[in-house]
């Protein structure tokens, strides 16, 4: 009689113990990352396309020094922000990896090439466009309830903090691809940008629904100073200016619905971030912030090395942190770096209505 009451405390406690490792933490957040190759960390490379960071020198300055799936020498935005807060950056969400207690931990559903519609990217072929990536976090969910139950999933989710980055692709892969495109031959300029902002506020009023209760929203960069846009358009390496005018248009927008969400919903459930404004900064006098140039990219080739992918034939710069974008889109982790302190730390011109570090001062006192 004793033996079996000693069996079954024993068992309990070990079922107590299973349980309490799969319950996250208290001072654990979990990470849940949405939008285009800015921040996927890897999904693109379990699919079929050609929106991929799979190969050398993708990730010549990541800790493995091998190619992740991340658009960037080394660590990206994500990274970046999960390195503060204390943690293992999400994985994506396509890797067989992901589970247990990794998903407890978050999950990033990025995938490159995809925009606020549907429609932005279709080149690229089989990507998790937004939609998709709303349908996973729904999925996402089931899978957490099935190891915690619906209650501590419940509460995970309305904790977790989200990122999601989307609007650059809807502009130069759709508006701008190709002269007289389709969405440019429906909508004016000032028309298009109000359209793709209704159909966002659609995309953020469904990640609320979901229970989504603190999501960093991040606008476009200067899409007409990347170096792909200045192979293009630039005769004197000046930004060019419609997709500047684009940018103008798109993020005073942004910010504006945002501000109608967060009173719609009775919170500062969003946060917007102006990373137009911290692009610019280094853009604009890119000495001040340690490079040598922020027209020209660091992988790449043809004119501001901005034409086609980077690839193992590509120009490459000795010192990556010299330069402010690393191909011919992306910036480089020293550039994200700068960005990411911005969230945290930026004054209500860049992060509006507060910035990451007071939002976790904030959170951690309820």
């Known amino acids: 009689m004793t033996n079996s009451v000693a069996k079954l405390t024993l068992l309990g406690f070990c079922i107590l113990q299973v349980t309490s490792l799969l319950v996250p933490q208290a001072n654990a957040r979990a990470f849940l ?60 969400y396509l890797s067989p990896m992901l589970k247990k207690d990794k998903l407890l931990r978050g999950a990033n559903f990025a995938s490159a090439g995809i925009g606020i ?57 759709n508006y701008y691809l190709v002269p007289f495109s389709a969405r440019s031959r429906q909508f004016s300029l000032p028309d298009y940008v109000v359209f793709v902002i209704s159909e966002y506020r659609k995309v953020l009023r469904k990640m609320y629904d979901l229970g989504a209760r603190r999501v960093l929203v991040t606008g476009t960069g200067p899409m007409g100073c990347v170096p792909a846009e200045l192979a293009q358009r630039s005769r004197n390496g000046e930004c ?4 500047q005018r684009a940018a103008s248009l798109f993020n005073p927008q942004l910010i504006q619905m945002i501000t109608d969400l967060n009173n719609e919903v009775g919170s500062s459930a969003f946060i917007a971030a102006n990373t137009q404004q911290m692009h610019m900064d280094f853009i604009s006098d890119p000495q001040a912030y340690g490079f040598v140039t922020s027209k020209v990219a660091c992988c790449g080739q043809g004119p501001y090395n901005g034409i086609g992918l980077c690839t193992p034939l590509s120009n490459l710069c000795p010192n990556r942190d010299l330069f402010a974008f690393w191909d011919p889109f992306h910036p480089s982790e020293k550039a994200s770096r700068i960005i ?5 730390n930026g004054s209500p011109e860049y ?14 006192m309820t």
């Open 33 to 92: 990352v949405f939008g285009d190759s800015l921040v996927d960390n890897g999904n693109n490379d379990f699919l079929a396309t050609t929106a991929r960071a799979d190969n050398y020198p993708y990730g010549i300055d990541f800790p493995t020094h091998r190619p992740t799936g991340r658009f960037s020498n080394g660590l990206n935005i994500p990274d970046l922000i999960s390195e503060h807060l204390g943690q293992e950056s999400p994985m994506p």
């Open 117 to 173: 519609l549907n429609d932005t990217g279709i080149q690229f072929l089989n990507i998790i466009r937004i939609t998709k990536q709303l349908e996973y976090f729904e999925q996402y969910k089931v899978r957490v309830s099935g190891l915690v139950g619906e209650e501590e999933m419940n509460r995970l989710v309305n904790g977790a903090l989200v990122l999601i980055t989307l609007g650059g692709n809807d502009f130069v892969n």
């Open 240 to 243: 060019a200016t419609e997709l």
């Open 340 to 344: 990411a302190q911005q969230i945290l």
């Open 351 to 364: 992060m509006h209505p507060m910035n990451l570090s007071t939002i976790l001062t904030v959170d951690s």
